[in-house]
C-alpha cells in the first residue's frame, strides 16, 4: 500500500506564494506517475499537473507559467511551488499517485492512490 501526506497549504495574498509537499510512504517502488489535483468549494476536482517518473510534466492552462510540478524520487516526495497566486487558486490540494506493475509487489496493490488534501485559501 501508498500513503501519501500533503503540507504546506495555508493563507495566503493574491501574488504570493506558496511551496506544496506530498511524502510517499510504504511501497513507494510501485510508485509511477504523481500528480496534484484540486477542489475547489462548489466544484469538481480537477487536475492541476502531473508529472511521471521520467520527469515529463504537464499542467492545466489555468496555472501555465505560474505553477512547477517536480517530484524527488530519492525522497519520495512531490512538490507544488505555487507562484502569482490567484484567488481562484483557492482549493483543497490533493496528492495523486498512481502504480505501475513493475514488480511482483505492486500487482497486488491499488492503482491509484489520493492524499487527505491540504487547503490553500488566496486572499483578494
Known amino acids: 500500500q501508498v500513503q501519501l501526506v500533503e503540507s504546506g497549504g495555508g493563507l495566503v495574498q493574491a501574488g504570493g506564494s506558496l511551496r506544496l509537499s506530498c511524502v510517499a510512504s510504504?511501497?513507494?517502488?510501485?510508485?509511477?506517475?504523481m500528480g496534484w489535483y484540486r477542489q475547489a468549494p462548489g466544484k469538481e476536482r480537477e487536475l492541476v499537473a502531473t508529472?511521471?517518473?521520467?520527469?515529463?510534466?504537464t499542467y492545466a492552462d489555468s496555472v501555465k507559467g505560474r505553477f512547477t510540478i517536480s517530484r524527488d524520487n530519492a525522497r519520495n516526495t512531490l512538490y507544488l511551488q505555487m507562484n502569482s497566486l490567484k484567488s481562484e487558486d483557492t482549493a483543497v490540494y490533493y496528492c495523486n499517485a498512481d502504480t505501475a506493475s513493475s514488480f511482483r509487489l505492486c500487482v497486488r496493490i491499488q492503482f491509484e492512490y489520493w492524499g487527505q488534501g491540504t487547503l490553500v485559501t488566496v486572499s483578494e
Open positions: 508529472i511521471t517518473s521520467g520527469n515529463t510534466t
Open positions: 510504504g511501497d513507494t517502488i510501485c510508485i509511477s506517475a
